[in-house]
């Protein structure tokens, strides 16, 4: 029989889940989702298909986790289908505010991402420290390179965009940094011939809420001043009063 080193040899050394490929890779690939089923469910068999797979298993399997993993397919009834951060990722400029946050949200969404721009808050380390940290998490020595890769083109997307280490409720919320003064705010301050507040701060937050006409609603709510819990209370008030009035 067969004794235990053996069979711990021949035993896989799995890696923990990530996505197999980029997220610039995972938009292209939704695309081509979009292109053949709009925003309706489908089986993964065919959601692989879409995306040049002969089944739903295997790389077409892992392809599908992946954008499941970037949050650009979702569930429906045991079907997918091209989600709303999906959709703003497909059809936004990448120019604009709204495909920028969308973007940053994705890059955010596989634990690992989440995980490694926690622990790394200011910018990314070196290839080898990001290495020395994915051996830790007991990856595949094998892999590592690939998974380094993915996480760095992956960020590339968005360059230094702050939002992708913002660690709030959502990486679409845009806070300013204290004592950063709003240039609009003060132009239009000068303008009235009022002496601006050098301590001014505002804090912006731009959320999809739904769709219109197959395009992507968006609401933006800002804050002039730093949010505080008391000024979410009162605009929670103010929209269940407000959906109240709506048919």
């Known amino acids: 029989m067969e004794d235990q080193n053996e069979k711990d040899?021949?035993?896989?050394?799995?890696?923990p889940s990530y996505p197999v490929f980029a997220l610039n890779d995972a938009i292209e690939k939704a695309r081509s989702i979009y292109s053949g089923?709009?925003?309706?469910?489908?089986?993964?068999?065919?959601?692989?298909?879409h995306m040049g797979y002969t089944q739903a298993n295997g790389p077409g399997g892992?392809?599908?986790?992946?954008l499941r993993q970037f949050g650009l397919l979702e569930e429906a009834a045991g079907k997918y289908r091209i989600s709303e951060l999906g959709f703003t990722l497909i059809h936004?400029?990448?120019?604009?505010?709204?495909?920028?946050?969308?973007?940053?949200?994705?890059?955010?969404?596989?634990?690992?991402?989440r995980e490694l721009l926690e622990v790394y808050p200011d910018d990314l380390p070196s290839d080898a420290?990001?290495?020395?940290?994915?051996?830790?998490?007991?990856f595949n020595p094998g892999s590592i390179s690939d998974v380094v890769s993915i996480f760095r083109d992956s960020i590339s997307l968005v360059g230094s965009d702050a939002s992708i280490y913002d660690d709030g409720v959502t990486a679409t919320a845009q806070h300013s940094q204290k004592d950063q003064v709003n240039s609009n705010r003060i132009e239009s301050l000068q303008r009235d011939g009022t002496e601006p507040n050098k301590n001014f701060v505002q804090s912006q937050i731009s959320t999809p809420v739904g769709t219109d006409d197959g395009q992507i609603v968006f609401a933006h709510v800002r804050f002039d001043a730093s949010i505080k819990k008391e000024f979410v209370s009162s605009l929670k008030k103010y929209l269940d009063y407000l959906e109240t009035t709506l048919q």
Request: aromatic share 6%.
């Open 9 to 15: 040899k021949r035993k896989v050394h799995r890696s």
């Open 37 to 49: 089923e709009k925003r309706s469910a489908t089986t993964p068999e065919v959601i692989a298909s």
């Open 62 to 66: 892992r392809a599908v986790s992946a």
């Open 92 to 113: 936004f400029e990448r120019n604009t505010t709204e495909w920028r946050h969308a973007a940053a949200d994705a890059i955010r969404k596989p634990t690992l991402f």
């Open 129 to 138: 420290t990001l290495r020395n940290d994915l051996l830790k998490r007991g």
